[in-house]
């Protein structure tokens, strides 16, 4: 083992605590949904960081191993917080996801090729190339501390206000302990290993790890919390279901009753979302995050739902035979053909043409 973990008993309650992150990181990631599967990498990264470095000496020079534990993994764990909060409230998540990680790919491909490509010129520039890679977490969390915060204030418009506490508890602690662990590696390379001893004095010599302990006991927690796999099968399914998050549902439901099954305001080619919401004093981003929630929708794929819902039922009754299936799918908001296909094709699995031939035969 790595001699800078001495404790044997410290490191088996570390052990025992990073392998219920990576059980508890894979429950995650094989819900599929993009929060989770974020969730459960910074659960996993956390876990294998730790294993690489208490390992070091076996894993150190074996490419497979650093592929998959070592090679500065935490570098990413900036980014993956202030995702794992940003993706509840903007769109385009994909593009999100890979414009805040090209960074550190970029940053752990060259370690890699470096360290295994260029092995001399590794170990000969390895204080430098260390140096760097750390300074650059640094920056990254640093970085993302501050873009955090702002978004934090955002998602307080949106969240209940014992969500967003927890939200923001996770987000402060995990970045504020990141900070910590990098300046301890950074301060040697920018001042001297004799400044390091002297700012770091006034701590005992277990003070790393027992930090390490409560805070990735409280990340299993939040995890946990988080985790719609575990929590109905543990806590219950009425007790999972009361864990809510956004503020005024009621209104938004009133506002869906209203708008969308009794005036049927989508029905109108130039049904406007936003004025509707704006008159209803509903707030957008809170209705956004209520569809992607409940229903894991849009709001044009919400609204596209309900049209194509009441193209069925329209074209099942024998008056609209004189119509044809484009003069139908007008009369419940769809403004052209290829919006009306791609939309029903997306809903339903098969073309509106299709669906027919279904139901005759059915009949």
Known sequence: MNTNFPDMLMNGILICLYSQLIILGI???????????????????????????????KFNMNLSANILLGGYKHMFLPSLIYLYMLVLIKKNQNHLILKNLIPPIIVHSFYLSVKFGFNAFYISNIINLV????????????????????????????????IHKRYTIFFVVMSLYGIVLVSEAIIPF??????????????????YINI?????????????????????????EKI?????????????????NDVFDTQKL?????????????AS?????????????????????????????????LVALSENNKYSLLGIANKVGFNSKATFYRNFKNIEGVTPKEYLQITKNIE
């Open 131 to 162: 140096g760097f890679i750390n300074i650059f977490i640094f920056a990254s969390y640093l970085f993302y501390f501050i873009k955090g915060l702002l978004l934090l204030k955002e998602l307080k418009i949106i969240l209940l206000p014992p």
């Open 212 to 236: 390490a302990i409560i805070v990735n006991l409280g990340m299993l927690v939040f995890a946990f919390i988080e985790s719609p796999s575990l929590k109905p099968i543990l806590l219950g």
């Open 190 to 207: 920018l001042f001297g290993e004799e400044k390091l001893k002297a700012t770091s004095s006034f701590l005992s010599s277990n003070f």
């Open 240 to 256: 999972y279901t009361g864990f809510d998050t956004i503020k005024n549902n009621e209104k938004i439901i009133a506002f869906i």
């Open 27 to 57: 429950f995650n990631i094989l819900n599929r949904r993009l929060r989770n599967i974020i969730l459960g990498s910074l659960c996993c990264l956390l876990a294998m960081s730790f294993i690489y470095t208490i390992y070091w000496p």
């Open 281 to 313: 004093q509903v707030n957008e981003k809170e209705f956004k995050l209520f569809l992607k929630k409940e229903f894991n929708k849009s709001p044009i794929e919400f609204i596209n739902t309900y049209r194509v819902e009441a193209f069925k039922k």
């Open 266 to 278: 989508f029905l109108n080619t130039d049904f406007d979302l936003k004025l509707s919401l704006k």
